[in-house]
Every structure is written in C-alpha cells, then in structure tokens.
T-cell receptor, first 114, second 114 residues
Framework: GQQVMQIPQYQHVQEGEDFTTYCNSS?????IQWYKQRPGGHPVFLIQ?????EVKKQKRLTFQFGEAKKNSSLHITATQTTDVGTYFC??????????????FGKGTHLIIQP | DGGITQSPKYLFRKEGQNVTLSCEQN?????MYWYRQDPGQGLRLIYY???????QKGDIAEGYSVSREKKESFPLTVTSAQKNPTAFYLC?????????????FGPGTRLTVL
C-alpha cells in the first residue's frame, strides 16, 4: 500500500535557527497537504501543494512539492517558540479517489531551545 | 462558530467493554473520518464516510464500528475485539467529491483501557 515517509522524526534547534522536514511518498500524489499539531492539540491544516515543482510561502514557512510529485519539504526560517509542535505531511490515499482519506507521515517533532 | 466537537475529551474503560466516541460537525461537510494516533505512529485511518448512510473501512478497521445516520454525526464504537484500544482518537471532516480537500479535525478523545 501507499507509504508516506517523513524525516527526521525529531529535530532540536536553538531559537532563531532554521528547520527543515522532508516527506517522501511511495506513489505519485495528486496533491500533498501539511498539518501542524501543537503539543496536546489536534492537527491543523497549513497548506496544500498541487503542481509539480510548486513553492509556496507563508511568512517564515516555505513549502515545496517535488518535480515528480512524490516528495515535499517544509522549511522554517528563524524558528520561534510558537513553532513548537509536530509537522505532518499527508497525501490522498488514492489519487482521483474522491474523499477517501489521507495517508499521513509519522511527523517531525520540532523542539526549540530558547 | 462552525467546527467539529468530540466528546468526551478523556475516557476510561475496562477491558471487555465497548465504548462509543462522539463526533459532531456543523460545517455542512459530506465526508467524515476517524483516525487513531499513537506516539510515534502518526495518524492512521480507521473508517471514513463520504455520504450519509455509507461508510468504508480504512487501514485499521478491525475492532471498530461506525454509523452515519445523519450528516452531522459520525460516532465510533471501540469494541472489546480491539486488542490495543488505548490511543488518541481524532475525528475529521471535509467537503467531499475530490481528493483536494483539506481536513478539519476535532479536539480528539483520549481513550485509556484499564
């Protein structure tokens, strides 16, 4: 079945340093979504990437979708304590399958040391 | 306010007992989902429903059951057949039709089996 791999599992950074998490799918994706889960909270949608090679920015966050639409990355510039949490990538379980649900990566836990 | 509610927030149950987790949404979404989250495992799909009176098994449906009698409601029953039910359960919803729709998550229910 479809697998979505995400690395690293944990990332410790000093406040102000940059952070990157990488996502790889075993299958080509119609789109990829990124979610953030704060400690003790629930996942919250951040962004969706659809086009091959697409790059989107949200303030200090930069999201990329690979040319083959099988990998993606999230880069945070100059981390702040508010960035703490787990970042998940997710792809549709079946491209063109309607709302069949998402396959999530295991997430990257971002830990920031002040 | 539009959103998804889950109750209860914490739930304790004895081995051998069935328990039902509530999920209600007022977003007028057609599709609803149940995910299970274990530490280090990301989110795994249990069941999903794209329309009232219809639902499909996800990746880990064994030991669980659902119903979708109303558009707003998608309760999950954890049966005594579920071998390791202690986990964080998340309900989500999205507009249906394509695999491009973001998912909105409820606050979750933490189930502990004693």
């Amino acid at each position: 079945g479809q697998q979505v791999m995400q690395i690293p599992q944990y990332q410790h950074v000093q406040e102000g340093e940059d952070f990157t998490t990488y996502c790889n799918s075993s299958t080509t994706l119609s789109n990829i979504q990124w979610y953030k889960q704060r400690p003790g909270g629930h996942p919250v949608f951040l962004i969706q990437l659809v086009k091959s090679g697409e790059v989107k920015k949200q303030k200090r966050l930069t999201f990329q979708f690979g040319e083959a639409k099988k990998n993606s990355s999230l880069h945070i510039t100059a981390t702040q304590t508010t960035d703490v949490g787990t970042y998940f990538c997710a792809g549709p379980k079946r491209s063109g399958g309607g709302a069949d649900g998402l396959t999530f990566g295991k997430g990257t836990h971002l830990i920031i040391q002040p | 306010d539009g959103g998804i509610t889950q109750s209860p927030k914490y739930l304790f149950r004895k081995e051998g007992q069935n328990v039902t987790l509530s999920c209600e949404q007022n977003l007028n979404h057609d599709a609803m989902y149940w995910y299970r989250q274990d530490p280090g495992q990301g989110l795994r799909l249990i069941y999903y429903s794209q329309i009232v009176n219809d639902f499909q098994k996800g990746d880990i449906a064994e030991g669980y059951s659902v119903s979708r009698e109303k558009k707003e409601s998608f309760p999950l029953t954890v049966t005594s057949a579920q071998k390791n039910p202690t986990a964080f359960y998340l309900c989500a919803s999205s507009t249906s039709g394509t695999d491009y729709n973001e998912q909105f998550f409820g606050p979750g229910t933490r189930l502990t089996v004693l």
